[in-house]
């Protein structure tokens, strides 16, 4: 039987429904998005504000003005006094506030918990008012602002989060909790997140989202990240210029998800690389059982559970150098973005996955390695290739050459149709493990496999 290389209506319209209702990256009280600004030279301040331990409060409370410890009785308090460049440190303990850094007159400030150990130094929204409860740390329009060394827990919105800046550093954090996102970046240019873990968030752990166009870009980097037990890994919607490496993105429901959205400024994802990272396990049915609420937006965001990377509409993004094993559904998989109102802006265009390893030397399978269906937007798909990658045993379509042309590669791809059909049915399948192909995981540093949520 000849394959089909034409697509019912049918199939466009369930795959569009499907993806067409993401959860919202911006709550209604976020502040709006701005211009981030220039790169400006990082300020040098010489101040350092402490902030009082709990002992030490107490005793400045009841001091006569002038008097008592030389601290802050909060940590918003000596954030507030801060000019460029200058600290903040906060010692050890459990601290029921959250920070906001706001303006440019905090340009590079440095705000320092215990780099060394971050569940030390603690964040804990858990008992705050809603109200008070969205974020743990907020930059907006502070440029190369430095967060190191803080554990957020029980935030209703985002962990850790920046917004119109140009510049910052997260490093040494913990974001775990029941929030949207774990790490957050949005309308930001550049800026680096490191040697940071996320976990348990309704929506992903990570997530660098509506870069502004550049002429001369900056580039931000995750690197050295750990995130699992979320819905995504990562997500990012309309983001450019953005590095993840050397990180590791295991028992999510989906591990890194680049995506094309109208939802938010400046689609699509283009000029970002993914490459040298563990993705590996991710088939967290989170449908079936949470430790967060499964919240109504998130659950309007059907991309498939049991997949290691998927770019949801991309441009000029490379996908190499990663190990990839053990999904029930696809390893890696790349798609137009359907319902986006310019065809143009939703097609894959000069992708290139090359030199990837899958399978863990054949003992820990991905269902299928490879998944590229070519056009199924207005615009066509072109310029993408596949080259290079170890282990290779399962590919969507059967016979890649239909689509996945070796490197390089110039021209248009046409569609098959029956790569398409089989990932309509993935993502408009009630139980999100009707295409899943289950299988035992041999031990791997130590780490238990998350499938369904136990308490």
Known sequence: MRRSTRLSRLAVASLAIALATPAAALAADYPAPGDPGRVKPRPGGSKVFKVCT????????????????????????????????????????????TVVINGHRHDGIKLIGSPSNPRKTILDLTSLPKAKRQNGVMINSADGVTVKGFFARGYLGNGFFAINVTGYLFQNLIAGGNGTYGVYAFNSKGGTIKDSEAYYNNDSGFYIGQTPKQSKPIRSIVTNVSSWGNQLGFSGTNMRYVTITKSRWYNNGLGIVPNALDSEKFPPPEQNVIADNDVFWNNFNYFKGAPFEVRRGAKGLVYPVGAGILLYGSRTTTIERNRVFGHFLLGIGAVGALELRSGEEGAIRGVTVKDNVFGRDGTDLNNYDLFYPGTIVSASDSDNCFSGNVGVQKTLPAAPAATMHECPFRGPIPVDGTAFGTAAGWLTDPTHEAAWVRHDHPPYEGITPLVYYRK
């Open 54 to 97: 709990p002992k030490q409060a107490k005793v400045l409370k009841k001091a006569r003005r002038g008097k008592g410890p030389n601290c802050s009785p909060t940590i918003q308090a000596a954030v507030d006094k801060t000019l460029p460049g200058d600290t903040v440190k906060v010692p050890a303990g459990s601290w029921k506030q």
